[in-house]
């Protein structure tokens, strides 16, 4: 079973600055599946990335995601107010898994 | 616009059974896997399974595989999960999901909850 790790748990940052998430996978992800979701509390998730670094429909531009093997990240410029929420990977070969998840507080 | 809404959730003993329904607009379900996730409290996300746009294939993770039984109602747009011989591990927000692995949208969740 492939394991995401995802660093930091928590990144407190203010709105404008850069956000750089992690997220590590136990053996290399073949085909690129891998994808990155946003979730705010009470609100539906959203898929931002997928196939490592393909932007979603309608996701903004300051969302990017890049990586290789089994190292992705996940950017996000300048932080929007709207940015502050909970980030998951996921690896979605034939048995999905999602890393724990990266909390972006307002710092 | 995609909405995706599930009902159902609530609380059941162990051993009992529970049915969550998704009702998905805004989009043609016939054409689409669909899939069901939960997160269990401070756990990770867990996908639990996932079922073919015309409902013949389906799937299952180990977890719940002979215990949980996902359909769906072309007809009605509705999808469907029957959860029986639930464990307090079962305790989770249970989300349905549109695409069969990678999905692009999720609904807000119901909760089950598993105790005596």
């Known amino acids: 079973e492939f394991v995401l790790t995802q660093s930091p748990g928590t990144l407190s940052l203010s709105p404008g600055e850069r956000a750089t998430l992690s997220c590590r996978a136990s053996?290399?992800?073949?085909?690129?599946?891998l994808a990155w979701y946003q979730h705010q509390p009470g609100q539906a998730a959203r898929l931002l990335i997928y196939?490592?670094?393909t932007r979603a429909a309608g996701i903004p531009d300051r969302f990017s995601g890049r990586g290789s093997g089994a190292d992705f990240t996940l950017t996000i410029s300048r932080l929007e107010p709207e940015d502050f929420a909970v980030y998951y990977c996921?690896?979605?070969?034939?048995?999905?898994?999602f890393g724990q998840g990266t909390k972006v507080e307002i710092k | 616009e995609v909405h995706l809404l599930e009902s159902g959730g609530g609380l059941v003993q162990p051993g009992g059974s529970l049915r969550l329904s998704c009702t998905a607009s805004?989009?043609?379900?016939?054409?689409?896997?669909m899939s069901w996730v939960r997160q269990a409290p401070g756990k990770k996300v867990e996908w639990v399974s996932a079922?073919?746009?015309?409902?013949?294939?389906?799937y299952y993770a180990d977890s719940v595989k002979g215990r949980f039984t996902i359909s769906r109602d072309n007809s009605k747009n509705t999808l469907y999960v029957q959860m029986d011989s639930l464990r307090a591990e079962d305790t989770a927000v249970y989300y349905c999901?549109?695409?069969?692995?990678?999905?692009?949208?999720w609904g807000q969740g119901a909760l089950v909850t598993v105790s005596s």
């Open positions: 053996q290399n992800i073949s085909s690129f599946k």
């Open positions: 805004g989009f043609t379900f016939s054409s689409y896997a």
């Open positions: 196939g490592v670094s």
């Open positions: 079922i073919s746009a015309t409902g013949v294939t389906t």
């Open positions: 996921q690896q979605y070969g034939s048995s999905p898994t």
């Open positions: 999901a549109k695409g069969q692995w990678l999905s692009d949208n």
